[in-house]
């Protein structure tokens, strides 16, 4: 069965854009990961970045202490986050670059100029009985270069799928582009995921690419969550105004 984690980093996001230093306020993305869990979520996502400009230190901690399916931690390979990580013991590392400047994650890790580091990582994970997943772009030579690291899956990056998505024939290419790259990966005994700009449009085209395992999900879910539950909110709200008396 295709598996779903719920990347709840936007749910922080917001939060952070109200209550950036306080340490708490609403929403709250342990309570989202809830959420997402008695909903059927196989595991939650979470991305610790080095500017920690959405999720925070106590958010991972108390998601590991809390959440009851599998805690995908998403990092940077800076010594910081290693050491955090190790502490942490999530399930899953999903190893990622990291820009500052940038609004997303926007690339894949370019594996096969940074293997040492990244086999060291996946080293110090393995032996820590955390696994090891590779966040890359659908790339014969960064598969192959993945498959020299000792990291168990890769996480196929569905950035560029999803942004040429609404023209046939740049979708269809994105699309043979996943197929090639999850077969070749498949072939080398590694286990692959996907993620990333993947929405309620684009979803049912992605399901034409074999060996799936896991589909990291996040933008998508938290907007649509704002979407369908405004209406609920708003009457709430005004519920509470009906007792005004002046
Ligand atoms: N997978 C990885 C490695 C990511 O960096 C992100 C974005 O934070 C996602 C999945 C989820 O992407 P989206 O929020 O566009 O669904």
């Given at each position: 069965?295709?598996?779903?984690?719920?990347?709840?980093?936007?749910?922080?996001?917001?939060?952070?854009?109200?209550?950036?230093?306080?340490?708490?306020?609403?929403?709250?993305?342990?309570?989202?990961?809830?959420?997402?869990?008695?909903?059927?979520?196989?595991?939650?996502?979470?991305?610790?970045?080095?500017?920690?400009?959405?999720?925070?230190?106590?958010?991972?901690?108390?998601?590991?202490?809390?959440?009851?399916?599998?805690?995908?931690?998403?990092?940077?390979?800076?010594?910081?986050?290693?050491?955090?990580?190790?502490?942490?013991?999530?399930?899953?590392?999903?190893?990622?670059?990291?820009?500052?400047?940038?609004?997303?994650?926007?690339?894949?890790?370019?594996?096969?100029?940074?293997?040492n580091p990244i086999k060291q990582v996946c080293s110090q994970m393995l032996k820590a009985n955390i696994g090891v997943s590779l966040f890359i772009d659908p790339d014969i030579q960064q598969i192959d270069?993945?498959?020299?690291?000792?990291?168990?899956?890769?996480?196929?990056?569905?950035?560029?799928?999803?942004?040429?998505?609404?023209?046939?024939?740049?979708?269809?290419?994105?699309?043979?582009?996943?197929?090639?790259?999850?077969?070749?990966?498949?072939?080398?005994?590694?286990?692959?995921?996907?993620?990333?700009?993947?929405?309620?449009?684009?979803?049912?085209?992605?399901?034409?690419?074999?060996?799936?395992?896991?589909?990291?999900?996040?933008?998508?879910?938290?907007?649509?969550s704002v979407e369908t539950g405004l209406s609920k909110a708003v009457k709430e709200m005004l519920r509470l105004m009906k007792g005004y008396r002046y």
């Open positions: 069965m295709l598996k779903l984690g719920v990347n709840i980093d936007h749910v922080a996001t917001l939060r952070e854009s109200r209550y950036r230093g306080q340490g708490s306020g609403e929403p709250c993305p342990v309570k989202a990961a809830l959420t997402c869990e008695a909903a059927g979520a196989h595991g939650i996502t979470a991305h610790l970045r080095e500017d920690k400009r959405h999720i925070q230190d106590h958010d991972v901690k108390a998601l590991r202490r809390k959440i009851n399916t599998r805690l995908n931690f998403e990092m940077a390979i800076t010594a910081e986050i290693v050491r955090f990580a190790l502490k942490l013991r999530p399930d899953i590392v999903c190893l990622v670059p990291e820009k500052r400047q940038e609004v997303t994650t926007e690339g894949g890790l370019e594996v096969s100029r940074k293997l270069a993945a498959a020299k690291t000792g990291a168990q899956f890769i996480e196929l990056h569905t950035g560029s799928f999803a942004e040429h998505f609404n023209n046939a024939r740049t979708r269809q290419r994105e699309l043979n582009r996943l197929t090639a790259a999850a077969t070749h990966a498949h072939s080398l005994g590694l286990r692959v995921n996907a993620g990333h700009g993947l929405n309620y449009e684009n979803l049912k085209s992605l399901l034409e690419v074999p060996h799936l395992e896991e589909l990291n999900i996040g933008h998508s879910i938290i907007s649509r």
